[in-house]
């Protein structure tokens, strides 16, 4: 058995962040000069962080049109932007403050509001990106050019925790729901938006992925107990380490 997927291995870390960066970059040079946009996805965790740090030295990215590029985010931890644990936070100190991105460009899930009613606005914030109608069981009109993930040492993404509520909604497009073994509320991207994505990469890295990373791509299908195998087509790129319990590699 196995996810549809497509695997690339990067090497060891120092080769993968680069990997990564240059993956970005790419996608958002064709957006640019294909669609006059790039829409961008981006995920939370350290994982990612070292990948955006990289970003912020790069020329090339900072070279980037930054008017023309939409930073929307696949989850957000309940709190506001100023707390540690703020996936806007961190991308902003890692990545956002160091290119020109316009203010008005950054779309931010909104922590610091009651959950169901930062859902609800950040359906909204994409309706009004995308186009389409959030609720209608369509995907938006639009797609997102790159969604960027991570993978949990549980098989989550984003915040799309094993048999929580998102995976009996499958008409919304953001979802909030408390998450017990995290203690906290989270939002989150619905499947229905991200498998609509132009491209989906998962950045995974490290031997402690090594487990979970061959459950999810070469074990049996359990999307709900492994979320991230509700994610179709996507782009895994891995580190040597975190491709190691792989048998066959792509």
């Known amino acids: 058995m196995g996810l549809d ?53 790069d020329e090339r990215v900072q070279a980037l049109d930054w008017t023309k590029i939409i930073v929307l985010f696949g989850d957000e931890r309940c709190v506001p932007e100023a707390d540690p644990a703020s996936n806007a936070g961190m991308a902003t100190a890692a990545l956002l403050n ?79 729901e408390y998450v017990e073994v995290m203690t906290s509320w989270r939002m989150t991207l619905t499947p229905l938006v991200l498998n609509a994505a132009r491209q989906t990469v998962f950045l995974v890295e490290g031997e402690a992925k090594r487990d979970v990373v061959a459950q999810v791509l070469q074990g049996p299908s359990d999307p709900v107990v492994l979320p991230s195998q509700n994610i179709k087509g996507a782009l895994w790129l891995l580190d040597t380490a975190a491709s190691a319990g792989l048998t066959k590699k792509d």
């Open 5 to 57: 997927a497509t695997i690339q291995v990067a090497g060891d870390l120092s080769q993968w962040i680069d990997a990564a960066v240059d993956l970005i970059l790419d996608h958002a040079i064709v957006a640019l000069k294909e669609r006059g946009r790039f829409t961008l996805s981006l995920a939370g965790g350290n994982t990612p962080k070292q990948v955006y740090e990289a970003m912020a030295g």
């Open 98 to 176: 160091h290119v020109p991105l316009p203010p008005e460009n950054l779309k931010r899930m909104l922590g610091e509001l009651e959950p169901f009613e930062a859902a609800q606005r950040y359906e909204a914030t994409l309706k009004e990106v995308l186009g389409g109608d959030p609720g209608s069981g369509a995907a938006p009109e639009v797609p997102l050019d790159l969604s960027l993930l991570g993978l949990g040492g549980n098989g989550h993404t984003a915040s799309l925790f094993p048999g929580l509520t998102w995976s009996v909604l499958p008409d919304r497009w953001v979802t909030a």
